[in-house]
């Protein structure tokens, strides 16, 4: 079965710096995968998703994913943080290819002023 | 992307109690997802809620203490049965959305249930 881990728990960043969130799938055939985010008393939000095709996604507010088969890798990335960007990131993939998503253990970022 | 209600958005319970949560779609969706997020904890699949039959539960979770239903591809209800405070997590609903162009799964805005 597919699964998704995130090995960075806890982040805390400056405002302005380089942003990197690790996670990683285990290889189960087709590869679906999503990063969500979930910013305080808010609901989850697709920031993006990577099905086939160009390797580097772009999604909202500034976030990129690149998918590295190589590394059964799927980081999210941002060049420059901002206070706003506080919140909890989840990586997410397919169960199976049952369209049952399940998410990573989650990313919580705070992001300093 | 389709709009989800979930009602009620919070709700304080005696152990022993039951909580009937609805989730309410603003389209027809052929999928829909029931999870919760402990305190401090990701996401977990509580089940898939099957329009005209029963869900189907994931492993560690039974029907008999979160009994679902779904009477349409609009709606669907969880309850969580007999709680206890162990139960007390953000419990929320999902759909699958498959556009024409796009892909993706929406989420509700959850259930903060505490129990006491």
């Known amino acids: 079965a597919q699964s998704v881990s995130q090995h960075n728990h806890h982040v805390i960043l400056s405002e302005a710096a380089s942003l990197e969130l690790g996670c990683n799938y285990s290889y189960g055939g087709t590869v679906n995968l999503f990063w969500y985010v979930q910013y305080p008393g808010q609901h989850l939000q697709l920031l993006l998703k990577?099905?086939?095709?160009?390797?580097l996604v772009k999604g909202i507010k500034g976030f990129e994913a690149e998918f590295i088969k190589s590394k059964f890798s799927f980081n999210l990335r941002k060049p420059s943080v901002q206070w706003s960007d506080t919140a909890e990131y989840f990586c997410?993939?397919?169960?199976?290819?049952?369209?049952?998503?399940?998410f990573g253990s989650g990313t919580r970022l705070l992001v300093r002023p | 992307s389709a709009v989800i209600s979930q009602k009620p958005s919070r709700d304080i319970c005696q152990r022993g109690t039951s909580l009937t949560i609805q989730c309410q779609v603003d389209?027809?969706?052929?999928?829909m997802f029931w999870y919760r997020q402990q305190p401090g904890q990701s996401l977990t699949l509580i089940a898939t809620a099957n329009q005209g039959s029963e869900a189907t539960y994931e492993s560690g979770f039974v029907i008999d203490k979160f009994p679902i239903s779904r009477p349409n591809l609009t709606f669907s209800t969880l309850t969580v049965s007999n709680m206890s405070p162990e139960d007390s997590s953000i419990y929320l609903c999902?759909?699958?959305?498959?556009?024409?162009?796009?892909?993706?799964?929406?989420f509700g805005s959850g259930t903060r249930l505490t129990v006491v």
């Open positions: 389209s027809q969706v052929t999928m």
């Open positions: 997410a993939t397919w169960m199976d290819s049952s369209y049952k998503l399940i």
């Open positions: 990577y099905f086939s095709g160009d390797p």
């Open positions: 999902s759909v699958e959305e498959v556009g024409q162009n796009n892909y993706g799964y929406t």
